[in-house]
């Protein structure tokens, strides 16, 4: 079990059996006990996760959504992102533990935290909500995500 704490908070890792971590002054070091091809796999895996839990706990991770369409907008109400969409209802995310959700406009979502799977997560969950469509871009995407467009269904006197 790996323990990380920092100004951002703590999170913890349970270690694959195989790995051995050791901690020298401020170097973190993952060794493997030999070249097959599941341990070099798990070094891999296991170094990253421990670097995403440093980077989380000192700088913190952060996803930012945006929402088009005509009449579609996010609030924050309390603890909770209240979003039009488009339904005959609003629709509502309580924000989970370790997660921070603000909306600095009426179209822009920034979800952070320290821990990486979670901040991935819950920006996923949200984006689930309503998926950029191809036609008129309306939806939720991630910031700066291409959405490739389409061309619409043709009008009368088309091929035949």
């Known amino acids: 079990m790996v ?3 920092g100004p951002k908070g703590s999170l913890e890792q349970k270690v694959h059996k195989n790995m051995s971590v050791e901690v020298n002054g401020s170097v973190v070091t993952v ?3 030999d070249d097959e091809k599941l341990n070099k796999s798990l070094h891999g895996l296991t170094r990253t996760l421990i670097n995403n839990m440093v980077v989380g706990v000192t700088e913190g991770f952060k996803k930012d959504l945006e929402v088009n369409g005509v009449g579609y907008r996010v ?3 309390g603890k909770n992102l209240v979003m039009n969409l488009g339904f005959s209802h609003q629709v509502i995310m309580p924000e989970t533990d370790g ?3 603000e909306c600095p406009a009426a179209n822009k979502i920034t979800i952070s935290g320290p821990d990486k799977q979670k901040v991935g997560q819950f920006a996923a969950e949200v ?3 309503r998926p950029p469509e191809p036609y008129k871009g309306k939806g939720i995407r991630y910031a700066g995500e291409y959405v490739r467009r389409k ?3 043709a009008g009368k006197g088309a091929k035949k």
Request: charged share 50%.
């Open 3 to 5: 323990k990380v704490k």
């Open 31 to 33: 060794t493997r006990p």
């Open 75 to 77: 609030q924050k109400q």
């Open 99 to 101: 997660i921070t959700i």
């Open 127 to 129: 984006r689930e909500k």
């Open 151 to 153: 061309e619409g269904k």
